[in-house]
Protein backbone atom coordinates (compact mmCIF):
# COMPACT_ATOMS: atom_id res chain seq x y z
CA UNK A 1 0.00 0.00 0.00
CA UNK A 2 1.12 3.72 -1.13
CA UNK A 3 0.38 6.39 1.11
CA UNK A 4 1.59 9.53 -0.01
CA UNK A 5 1.30 13.05 1.92
CA UNK A 6 -1.14 15.20 0.31
CA UNK A 7 0.96 17.46 -2.82
CA UNK A 8 0.89 18.14 -6.17
CA UNK A 9 2.29 15.10 -7.13
CA UNK A 10 0.38 12.92 -4.99
CA UNK A 11 -2.47 14.15 -6.83
CA UNK A 12 -0.59 13.66 -9.93
CA UNK A 13 0.21 10.01 -9.08
CA UNK A 14 -4.28 9.42 -8.24
CA UNK A 15 -4.90 11.18 -11.83
CA UNK A 16 -2.97 8.52 -13.39
CA UNK A 17 -4.19 5.56 -11.23
CA UNK A 18 -7.89 6.92 -11.45
CA UNK A 19 -7.39 7.21 -15.32
CA UNK A 20 -6.21 3.47 -15.82
CA UNK A 21 -9.31 2.25 -13.95
CA UNK A 22 -8.09 2.00 -10.78
CA UNK A 23 -8.76 3.24 -7.42
CA UNK A 24 -7.85 5.54 -5.01
CA UNK A 25 -8.58 7.11 -1.04
CA UNK A 26 -8.31 10.48 -0.26
CA UNK A 27 -9.36 12.83 2.83
CA UNK A 28 -12.78 14.23 2.30
CA UNK A 29 -14.38 17.61 3.78
CA UNK A 30 -16.02 14.70 5.83
CA UNK A 31 -14.25 11.48 6.03
CA UNK A 32 -12.03 9.63 3.72
CA UNK A 33 -13.56 8.47 0.33
CA UNK A 34 -12.61 5.84 -2.30
CA UNK A 35 -11.95 7.28 -5.50
CA UNK A 36 -12.85 6.48 -8.87
CA UNK A 37 -13.74 7.59 -12.51
CA UNK A 38 -17.96 7.65 -12.10
CA UNK A 39 -18.28 6.70 -15.89
CA UNK A 40 -16.09 3.56 -15.69
CA UNK A 41 -18.18 0.53 -14.92
CA UNK A 42 -15.37 -1.79 -14.36
CA UNK A 43 -13.45 0.72 -12.07
CA UNK A 44 -17.30 0.94 -10.43
CA UNK A 45 -17.64 -2.70 -10.01
CA UNK A 46 -13.89 -3.04 -8.79
CA UNK A 47 -15.37 -0.23 -5.76
CA UNK A 48 -17.89 -2.05 -5.26
CA UNK A 49 -16.20 -5.57 -4.67
CA UNK A 50 -13.49 -3.69 -2.20
CA UNK A 51 -16.17 -2.32 0.12
CA UNK A 52 -18.27 -5.90 -0.19
CA UNK A 53 -21.30 -4.01 -0.93
CA UNK A 54 -23.78 -4.36 -3.85
CA UNK A 55 -26.94 -2.06 -4.65
CA UNK A 56 -26.16 1.20 -3.29
CA UNK A 57 -25.35 4.31 -5.30
CA UNK A 58 -22.35 5.55 -5.12
CA UNK A 59 -21.96 9.47 -4.21
CA UNK A 60 -19.85 11.88 -6.98
CA UNK A 61 -17.63 14.70 -5.83
CA UNK A 62 -17.29 17.56 -8.51
CA UNK A 63 -14.71 20.00 -8.42
CA UNK A 64 -16.71 23.05 -9.37
CA UNK A 65 -20.54 23.65 -8.94
CA UNK A 66 -20.65 24.10 -13.36
CA UNK A 67 -19.49 20.46 -13.89
CA UNK A 68 -22.71 19.01 -12.02
CA UNK A 69 -23.73 19.18 -16.11
CA UNK A 70 -21.59 16.13 -16.81
CA UNK A 71 -24.03 14.13 -14.01
CA UNK A 72 -27.50 16.18 -13.73
CA UNK A 73 -30.14 15.95 -16.93
CA UNK A 74 -31.90 18.37 -14.92
CA UNK A 75 -31.58 21.08 -12.07
CA UNK A 76 -34.46 21.76 -10.00
CA UNK A 77 -35.38 24.75 -8.13
CA UNK A 78 -34.31 23.69 -4.92
CA UNK A 79 -31.12 22.29 -6.35
CA UNK A 80 -30.03 25.55 -7.43
CA UNK A 81 -31.11 27.27 -4.30
CA UNK A 82 -29.28 24.97 -2.19
CA UNK A 83 -26.43 24.52 -4.36
CA UNK A 84 -26.09 28.53 -4.35
CA UNK A 85 -26.01 28.72 -0.34
CA UNK A 86 -24.75 25.75 0.95
CA UNK A 87 -22.08 24.40 -1.45
CA UNK A 88 -19.47 24.25 -1.03
CA UNK A 89 -19.50 22.09 2.16
CA UNK A 90 -21.04 18.63 2.88
CA UNK A 91 -24.29 18.62 1.56
CA UNK A 92 -25.03 15.92 -1.28
CA UNK A 93 -27.67 16.59 -3.53
CA UNK A 94 -29.68 13.75 -5.40
CA UNK A 95 -30.46 14.88 -8.83
CA UNK A 96 -31.76 13.41 -11.76
CA UNK A 97 -29.12 11.39 -13.96
CA UNK A 98 -27.89 11.39 -17.31
CA UNK A 99 -28.51 8.65 -19.04
CA UNK A 100 -24.81 8.31 -19.89
CA UNK A 101 -24.40 8.02 -16.15
CA UNK A 102 -23.32 4.40 -14.98
CA UNK A 103 -26.41 2.25 -13.34
CA UNK A 104 -23.72 0.95 -10.63
CA UNK A 105 -23.25 4.37 -10.13
CA UNK A 106 -26.99 4.85 -9.41
CA UNK A 107 -27.86 1.56 -8.32
CA UNK A 108 -30.84 1.88 -10.99
CA UNK A 109 -32.54 4.59 -9.26
CA UNK A 110 -31.93 6.77 -12.37
CA UNK A 111 -30.63 9.59 -9.60
CA UNK A 112 -26.69 10.07 -8.69
CA UNK A 113 -25.38 12.12 -5.53
CA UNK A 114 -23.35 14.86 -6.07
CA UNK A 115 -21.49 17.21 -3.85
CA UNK A 116 -19.02 20.36 -4.10
CA UNK A 117 -16.54 19.93 -0.72
CA UNK A 118 -15.79 22.84 1.09
CA UNK A 119 -12.03 21.26 1.67
CA UNK A 120 -9.86 22.69 -0.70
CA UNK A 121 -7.57 20.28 -0.85
CA UNK A 122 -10.59 17.78 -1.76
CA UNK A 123 -11.35 19.98 -4.77
CA UNK A 124 -8.01 19.62 -6.26
CA UNK A 125 -7.86 15.88 -5.78
CA UNK A 126 -11.49 15.60 -7.58
CA UNK A 127 -9.84 18.56 -9.98
CA UNK A 128 -6.97 16.67 -10.98
CA UNK A 129 -8.86 13.24 -11.76
CA UNK A 130 -10.99 15.02 -14.15
CA UNK A 131 -13.27 17.27 -12.23
CA UNK A 132 -15.44 14.34 -10.79
CA UNK A 133 -14.69 12.10 -8.66
CA UNK A 134 -16.24 8.87 -6.47
CA UNK A 135 -15.88 9.24 -2.63
CA UNK A 136 -18.30 7.03 -1.06
CA UNK A 137 -16.92 6.33 2.24
CA UNK A 138 -13.40 4.66 2.55
CA UNK A 139 -15.02 1.32 4.85
CA UNK A 140 -15.73 -2.36 4.41
CA UNK A 141 -19.53 -2.13 4.23
CA UNK A 142 -20.79 -2.31 8.08
CA UNK A 143 -17.68 -0.72 9.54
CA UNK A 144 -16.80 2.60 10.46
CA UNK A 145 -15.79 4.96 8.00
CA UNK A 146 -11.46 5.52 7.64
CA UNK A 147 -10.64 8.87 9.64
CA UNK A 148 -6.81 8.68 8.85
CA UNK A 149 -4.98 7.58 5.54
CA UNK A 150 -3.61 4.82 8.14
CA UNK A 151 -7.15 3.47 9.02
CA UNK A 152 -7.62 3.30 4.91
CA UNK A 153 -4.26 0.80 4.37
CA UNK A 154 -5.61 -0.98 7.59
CA UNK A 155 -8.86 -1.65 5.51
CA UNK A 156 -7.87 -2.27 2.46
CA UNK A 157 -3.81 -3.73 2.11
CA UNK A 158 -4.83 -4.47 -1.43
CA UNK A 159 -6.90 -3.00 -3.89
CA UNK A 160 -5.88 0.70 -4.01
CA UNK A 161 -3.43 2.24 -6.27
CA UNK A 162 -2.74 4.77 -3.18
CA UNK A 163 -3.53 6.26 -0.38
CA UNK A 164 -2.95 10.22 -0.14
CA UNK A 165 -2.96 11.13 3.58
CA UNK A 166 -4.65 14.91 3.88
CA UNK A 167 -4.66 13.76 7.69
CA UNK A 168 -7.08 13.32 10.00
CA UNK A 169 -10.99 14.00 9.03
CA UNK A 170 -12.19 17.41 10.21
CA UNK A 171 -15.43 15.74 10.84
CA UNK A 172 -17.34 13.00 12.88
CA UNK A 173 -20.68 13.41 11.06
CA UNK A 174 -20.96 12.56 7.30
CA UNK A 175 -22.22 14.93 4.42
CA UNK A 176 -26.52 15.35 4.29
CA UNK A 177 -27.70 13.67 1.70
CA UNK A 178 -31.27 15.36 0.45
CA UNK A 179 -32.91 14.15 -2.49
CA UNK A 180 -33.94 17.20 -5.27
CA UNK A 181 -34.79 15.27 -7.85
CA UNK A 182 -38.44 15.69 -7.64
CA UNK A 183 -41.39 18.21 -6.86
CA UNK A 184 -40.86 18.62 -2.77
CA UNK A 185 -36.75 17.59 -1.38
CA UNK A 186 -36.60 14.63 0.98
CA UNK A 187 -34.02 14.72 3.65
CA UNK A 188 -32.77 10.77 3.33
CA UNK A 189 -29.91 11.82 5.40
CA UNK A 190 -28.85 14.58 8.14
CA UNK A 191 -25.20 15.28 8.50
CA UNK A 192 -23.33 18.27 8.56
CA UNK A 193 -25.91 20.32 7.68
CA UNK A 194 -28.64 20.31 9.93
CA UNK A 195 -32.73 19.68 8.61
CA UNK A 196 -32.90 23.59 9.92
CA UNK A 197 -30.80 24.99 7.64
CA UNK A 198 -32.03 22.89 4.74
CA UNK A 199 -35.22 23.97 5.84
CA UNK A 200 -34.42 27.72 5.98
CA UNK A 201 -33.09 27.97 2.71
CA UNK A 202 -36.38 25.81 1.15
CA UNK A 203 -37.90 28.67 2.59
CA UNK A 204 -36.71 31.45 0.03
CA UNK A 205 -38.22 29.36 -2.83
CA UNK A 206 -41.71 28.85 -0.86
CA UNK A 207 -40.66 24.77 -0.70
CA UNK A 208 -41.10 22.48 2.11
CA UNK A 209 -39.49 19.24 2.86
CA UNK A 210 -41.97 16.00 2.49
Do not use: H
Not at 112 to 138: N, Q, Y
Amino acid sequence: MLIYPDSEEARERAAKVVAAGGLVAFRTDTFYGLGADPFNREALGALNELKGRDGKPILVLVSDAGTVERLAARRTRAFDALAARKWPGALTLVVAARPEVPELLTAGTGAVGVRLPEDDSARAVVRACGGVLTATSANPAGQTPARTATEVARYFPRGLGLVIDGGVSRSDLPSTVLDVSGDRPRLIREGVVGRAEIEETLKSINATLA
